[in-house]
């Protein structure tokens, strides 16, 4: 049986990262491994729902079309999650890393699991100072 990775790309000028925000990345790419982890297939698809409000909730169905087993992102709201893990497919959480990176690690075993983003998306401003 073979393993189909999604991973969300998000792209800052050359550099491809894991997306922030998994319904804003901008495509995917999908590997495709067999039991040993050799990469027998890379395909990249444009997210077609980016920026849009119900994008994400619509997301994990469409992507589950493709018969992957895991999907990759930097962070992900707990509906999106629980509508992957209805489909079968595994949630795993790696905000910040390239993306190559977060697929080694990913196969080497060391990259798992998920935490969901438990507020609406604003922590690109930064940690907000309380001055008593």
Same mark, same amino acid.
């Given at each position: 049986?073979?393993?189909?990775?999604?991973?969300?790309?998000?792209?800052?000028?050359?550099?491809?990262?894991?997306?922030?925000?998994?319904?804003?990345?901008?495509?995917?790419?999908? =590997?495709?491994?067999?039991?040993?982890?050799?990469? /027998?297939? +890379?395909?990249?698809?444009?997210?077609?729902?980016?920026?849009?409000?119900?994008?994400?909730?619509?997301?994990?169905? =469409?992507?589950?079309? =493709?018969?992957?087993?895991?999907?990759?992102? *930097? @962070?992900?709201?707990? +509906?999106?999650?629980?509508?992957?893990?209805?489909? *079968?497919?595994?949630?795993?959480?790696?905000? *910040? /890393? $390239?993306?190559?990176?977060?697929?080694?690690? =990913? $196969?080497? @075993? +060391?990259?798992?699991?998920?935490?969901?983003?438990?507020?609406?998306?604003?922590?690109?401003?930064?940690?907000?100072?309380?001055?008593?």
């Amino acid at each position: 049986m073979n393993n189909r990775i999604a991973i969300a790309i998000e792209e800052n000028g050359l550099k491809e990262t894991v997306a922030e925000h998994f319904g804003r990345c901008s495509k995917f790419y999908l =590997y495709e491994l067999d039991e040993k982890n050799n990469l /027998l297939n +890379k395909e990249s698809f444009i997210n077609p729902l980016a920026g849009e409000q119900s994008g994400t909730c619509q997301l994990p169905g =469409y992507i589950s079309q =493709y018969k992957v087993n895991a999907v990759i992102a *930097g @962070g992900m709201g707990q +509906k999106a999650i629980s509508k992957f893990l209805d489909f *079968g497919i595994d949630v795993i959480t790696a905000p *910040g /890393l $390239l993306y190559e990176n977060a697929l080694d690690l =990913y $196969l080497e @075993g +060391k990259l798992s699991g998920y935490e969901s983003c438990k507020h609406d998306h604003d922590h690109e401003h930064g940690h907000h100072n309380h001055n008593h």
